[in-house]
């Protein structure tokens, strides 16, 4: 297709045709002055506005990133320093806990100790009572062997034992007799 275009081209240039390719001489000098004083008024009015609000814009980016930066740093701190206080309170909650762990122990001996107490008086107070209804049926049982042991000596004899001086004095004879293991002899 080149090849058909160029002497197209040379043969239009040599008949005095206008070329619609090769502009005219005043078309281009008429289009670079025309571009020449656009270009002026492009880079004394439009360019500077441009530029400016170029600038302002860097300068709000980058106010922007500072404050974003400043913010970033503020939360770092801010952050640590919640996690600081987030450990501290978990070391004070353990420290609690270890202490309530120990008053709890120190409660729980105490409770033995009186549950203790109370068990050993509670004993003492059964020997005690114990050992007052051991006397108690000892004593109601010599009145009733003193009893007995009267009134069938009374029918061996076959005579009333029924003073009272002389048949305490029976009755207390055959008693240390009975825990002595002896048997009596009158």
């Known amino acids: 297709m080149q090849s058909l275009i160029a002497p197209a081209v040379t043969r239009a240039a040599g008949e005095g045709e206008l070329n619609p390719l090769l502009p005219h001489l005043a078309e281009i ?3 670079l002055v025309v571009f020449g004083l656009l270009f002026l008024a492009v880079k004394k009015f439009v360019y500077p506005n441009f530029e400016a609000t170029f600038n302002e814009r860097t300068k709000a980016i980058e106010g922007g990133l500072a404050a974003a930066e400043t913010k970033q740093a503020e939360a770092d701190a ?32 105490e409770m033995r100790e009186q549950a203790q107490a109370e068990a050993s008086r509670i004993v003492e107070h059964g020997k005690a009572q114990i050992e007052a209804e051991r006397q108690q049926a000892v004593t109601s049982l010599r009145t009733e062997v003193g009893t007995l042991a009267t009134t069938l000596a009374g029918r061996i004899v076959g005579e009333s034992l029924d003073d009272d001086e002389r048949q305490s004095r029976v009755v207390e004879r055959f008693l240390a007799d009975l825990e002595a293991g002896t048997p009596a002899q009158n």
């Open 29 to 31: 000098v008429l289009s």
């Open 78 to 109: 801010k952050l640590a320093e919640l996690e600081q206080q987030l450990a501290d309170a978990r070391h004070e909650a353990a420290r609690i806990r270890e202490e309530a762990r120990e008053q709890g122990a120190v409660i729980v001996a």
